[in-house]
């Protein structure tokens, strides 16, 4: 297929708003590919060379994609920093000096999507010295074959900004409609998404007609983290479950490991790989007497001199501070290792509870600083309630409550686990949302520049960011300072697609940064787009900022699914 065939059809995508209309787009695109294209154009869609979990990233430099369009198009380099500066988009003022370039001279052979993208693999694995140049020449002879729209997509791309708008979700759509052209097979495509984070891997799986309900977790394929619900006690929790088992809720970083023949990987909750930052958690991991496993954990620093626990936050602060070899030494880590989801071969995600559980404490029963996470098990919402007040006078967040019948349900909130937390202000969580735009200071803060955030949370099902409150405090003068920094870097002209907000900030931002914010309560707003039926949406009463949640990413914040559930359960 034509790189071109492919850009036309991202045009499409871009100037469509609704998302099934979208993924009939890339359904009718993904139909005339050949069967080796499809991985390779699944990772383009998804802005990417490859899933995000290998790290192969290809951000040229802007500096770099300039010269290549200027020895391209013909115009110098100021002329081309010129045209980009009245669009404020690269992609777009390639788009028009190339324009103007066609008319005067033939373009050379046309770009074939299997050239472009082997062309993109090549520029994300170069390095060192002198790679930016070779960079430059390999993106210049891209755009040389390339008609003007593609040369919009083909610089986006390489900045790594293609931003289409069609999410993961989106794509699986499509998959699914190229086939039948309805969504029949969304779910069955989205479990196996769920089991390797690999859309390509699946993608290609699914058009060779392979079964993907037999498709299973492999090491080294990260699997998309189970998440939690909430109920508000422990009566409605055993209600719920019945007998279940009733884990400590420990505050410190979510680490998935992979383990095979030795060979060790360590995935963040984000998914990305963190296996350098936690030797003494890799070296531990690889004497296991195994030959394969993937197991969960959170991990927290220990201090062995004062037999005190940190916090993530804490966790972070220190290994910023010690460094990594230093933070081992000092403040080593202890995994509380809370699921088993593969050993020797076998998929165990499948398997309930009860089962996994076993199997992870014979595992685990002699291996330091990998230790099974703390639990008690029983049916009575008293007993709950006093290991819970227990655990939170240790320090700790609360309780992990888990159905002993119930598999792994990868990707998924799910009744499967349900969490219950020591509260904060009146609201039973705090709640994880995107920043989209920011304030200038007014008054004392005007020295600043920065005076508050504006912030979102996710509606999944039509996967826009919603607006949920306007955040002023909680931020201490150098938070201000790195805020502004931080979000001038990713300021953007308009208000980004998939936003949907009443409220215009001093600027808009790409939503990228997500922050953890407690509150008083949810209530009723007409200001704000969560949950907006008619006039009236969902806002947080006095909103404060507690931190800065870097494991996670704008697809992974509160939805408005359970912001829904929050202001039902406060009515409680
Ligand atoms: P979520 O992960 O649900 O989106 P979150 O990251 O803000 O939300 P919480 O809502 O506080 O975290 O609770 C879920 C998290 O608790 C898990 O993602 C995991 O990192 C952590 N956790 C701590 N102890 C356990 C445990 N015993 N079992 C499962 N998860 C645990």
């Not at 410190?252 to 990305?272: A, C, N, P, T």
């Not at 394969?292 to 959170?298: K, P, R």
């Not at 909130?413 to 304030?439: E, H, N």
Request: net charge neutral; charged share 30%; hydrophobic share 40%.
């Amino acid at each position: 297929m034509l790189f071109s065939e492919v850009a036309e059809c991202f045009a499409k995508v871009e100037a469509t708003a609704s998302r099934l209309e979208m993924s009939a787009q890339a359904a009718e695109l993904l139909k005339k590919c050949e069967k080796e294209e499809v991985k390779p154009l699944i990772y383009i869609i998804e802005g990417n060379v490859a899933p995000s979990h290998e790290g192969l990233d290809i951000g040229i430099g802007e500096k770099f994609a300039i010269r290549a369009i200027s020895q391209t198009s013909g115009y110098t380099e100021k002329a081309v920093l010129a045209e980009y500066k009245k669009s404020g988009d690269l992609g777009s003022a390639a788009e028009n000096l190339l324009s103007k370039k066609s008319q005067m001279s033939l373009a050379s052979s046309p770009n074939t999507l299997s050239k472009a993208y082997s062309s993109f693999v090549k520029i994300a694995q170069m390095s060192g010295a002198g790679s930016q140049e070779s960079k430059v020449s390999l993106l210049s002879e891209l755009l040389n074959g390339a008609k003007p729209v593609e040369a919009r997509y083909l610089i986006r791309f390489c900045l790594g900004k293609l931003r289409l708008g069609i999410g993961d979700p989106s794509i699986i759509d499509a998959l699914s409609m190229m086939k039948h052209d309805d969504k029949t097979d969304s779910q069955t495509i989205l479990r196996a998404f769920n089991l390797c984070s690999d859309l390509g891997e699946v993608a290609e799986y699914y058009i060779a007609g392979k079964d993907l309900s037999h498709f299973s977790t492999q090491p080294f394929k990260p699997i998309r983290p189970a998440l939690a619900e909430r109920l508000s006690n422990a009566e409605e929790i055993m209600n719920k479950l019945g007998k279940c088992a009733v884990e400590a809720k420990y505050d410190g970083l979510r680490m998935q490991v992979h383990v095979r023949e030795g060979r060790v990987d360590i995935y963040s909750r984000k998914l990305e790989k963190m296996t350098h930052m936690f030797p003494e958690i890799t070296q531990a991991a690889s004497k296991l007497k195994i030959k394969s496993a993937i197991f969960e954990g959170e991990a927290l620093a220990y201090n062995a001199k004062e037999k005190k626990y940190y916090s993530f936050q804490q966790t972070m602060q220190r290994k910023r501070k010690y460094g990594i070899e230093g933070m081992a030494k000092e403040f080593p880590l202890r995994l509380f290792v809370f699921d088993l989801m593969y050993l020797n071969g076998k998929d165990m995600t499948l398997e309930k509870y009860s089962k996994r559980r076993k199997s992870l404490e014979k595992l685990f029963s002699k291996t330091e600083p990998l230790v099974p996470s703390e639990l008690i098990y029983t049916d009575n919402p008293k007993k709950l309630d006093i290991y819970f007040t227990d655990l939170i006078g240790q320090g700790l967040e609360g309780i992990i409550a888990k159905d002993l019948s119930q598999p792994y349900v990868a990707g998924a909130r799910k009744f499967a686990w349900i969490k219950l937390k020591k509260s904060y202000g009146a609201l039973a969580d705090t709640v994880d949302i995107v920043i989209i735009g920011y304030y200038l200071g007014k008054g004392q803060r005007q020295e600043f520049e920065f005076g508050g955030l504006l912030a979102a949370v996710l509606n999944d099902e039509t996967d826009e960011f919603e607006t949920i409150a306007k955040i002023g405090s909680g931020f201490s003068e150098d938070e201000m300072q790195s805020f502004e920094k931080m979000l001038d870097e990713i300021k953007v002209k308009d208000k980004p697609k998939g936003v949907n907000s009443k409220l215009t900030p001093d600027f808009w931002v790409k939503p990228k940064y997500v922050i953890t914010v407690a509150a008083d309560e949810i209530t009723l707003s007409p200001m704000h787009t969560a949950g907006m039926v008619g006039e009236t949406g969902y806002a947080l009463r006095f909103p404060r900022m507690m931190s800065l949640r870097d494991d996670k990413g704008p697809e992974d914040i509160t939805t408005t699914k359970e912001i829904i559930e929050m202001f039902e359960m406060q009515k409680k």
